[in-house]
């Protein structure tokens, strides 16, 4: 069997779609090979024929540019994002897109000459921005902890220091929307939890790099498929590869299943079966009820977050958080011993 390595050259250049930007570098397409062997014959029995899931989606690629067109049209639809100068790069969810893109963004030509750079976020963050990143730290980039810490490094910078910072937004677990701290930055934008049923949509977020899952939206976490929205085509071009030399691309069972499932919340957005209206009336009552209890502690309290104007529900719409961040009231007590 041809390995994926020698046939990856055979790349087809994938078209601009009519509904977007599809990747203008060369992409490996699936080796012919592992192709050609959906469509043999197999008989145990003496007849019949095998079928069998492929490497390659109908595009012969490894991922589906039906797919990428759909939620292209989901994120239009809601406007949550900007599309059409980007391009979609498939992760098994977006925690194995977080340190695609970190790769992406800290390799350059001049790495030998530069220091590795610094990959950062504001607390409470996210944990796999800090695992995965110390797990593969090297001569790319290291952790480098919070902004906060570097926010004056940053603003007086002359040692050539660069950094990727996470931005989480709306903020797991705060659920306050958030925007970079150092200037200058490589920002990673995470926003898992930007969908109408989680926040309040102000504007379609375009920065960019942009982080997504299907997680968050219809729930499916366990089917693990998010994706990157990515203005640069090197930088877009990087996480793919990433991409196909860890797994060979995003599941095509799952790309399938998400493909009809992206298909039927489109076609039912702002209907009696919208699923962002059903999702938002679900968890606001939740917050509507947590926040009643909370209130009758003095040691407890969570988060505030204030009615605002939605684009996507064209009105004012309460809060309903994916997260409660509940603070302890109580002064710390210093134990002393006897
Ligand atoms: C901020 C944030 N980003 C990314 C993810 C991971 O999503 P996925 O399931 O796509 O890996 C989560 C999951 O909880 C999250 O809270």
Redesign the pocket.
């Known amino acids: 069997m041809e390995s994926p390595a020698r046939t990856a050259d055979l790349g087809a250049s994938a078209t601009a779609a009519s509904t977007g930007r599809t990747a203008r570098f060369e992409r490996p397409t699936a080796p012919p090979m592992l192709t050609a062997m959906t469509r043999c014959s197999w008989s145990p029995t003496g007849s019949g024929t095998r079928h069998r899931l492929s490497y390659a989606t109908t595009d012969g690629l490894y991922q589906s540019v039906e797919l990428e067109n759909h939620i292209r049209r989901l994120h239009r639809a809601v406007g949550n994002a900007v599309v059409d100068d980007k391009t979609l790069v498939f992760?098994?969810?977006?925690?194995?897109?977080?340190n695609a893109l970190v790769h992406a963004l800290s390799s350059d030509a001049d790495a030998d000459a530069s220091p590795p750079a610094r990959v950062v976020a504001t607390v409470p963050?996210?944990p796999?921005y800090r695992t995965q990143t110390a797990m593969f730290d090297g001569r790319e980039y290291r952790w480098g902890g919070t902004t906060a810490a570097w926010a004056d490094a940053s603003r007086n910078s002359s040692d050539g220091s660069r950094f990727v910072e996470f931005v989480?937004s709306p903020?797991?677990?705060g659920a306050l929307l958030r925007t970079a701290v150092l200037r200058g930055s490589a920002v990673i934008a995470?926003h898992?939890?930007y969908w109408p049923h989680f926040t309040h949509i102000a504007a379609p977020a375009d920065e960019d790099v942009m982080?997504?899952?299907?997680?968050?939206p219809s729930g499916h976490?366990g089917s693990?498929?998010?994706w990157a929205l990515v203005r640069d085509e090197k930088v877009a071009k990087r996480a793919y590869e990433y991409v196909q030399n860890s797994i060979m691309g995003a599941s095509r069972g799952t790309q399938l299943r998400m493909l009809g499932i992206v298909k039927v919340m489109v076609a039912n957005l702002h209907g009696k079966d919208d699923i962002f209206g059903f999702e938002h009336d679900v968890m606001r009552s939740r917050w509507r009820r947590l926040s009643a209890v909370v209130s009758r502690s003095r040691r407890i309290s969570l988060q505030r977050i204030m009615p605002q104007y939605c684009t996507y529900f064209n009105r004012v719409r309460e809060p309903s958080p994916?997260?409660a961040w509940v603070k302890c009231e109580r002064k710390t007590t210093t134990a002393t011993r006897r």
């Not at 982080?211 to 968050?216: A, E, G, I, P, V």
């Open positions: 992760g098994a969810g977006s925690t194995q897109l977080i963050y996210y796999p989480t903020n797991n677990p995470d898992a939890y982080l997504f899952t299907m997680s968050k976490a693990r498929l998010g994916a997260y």
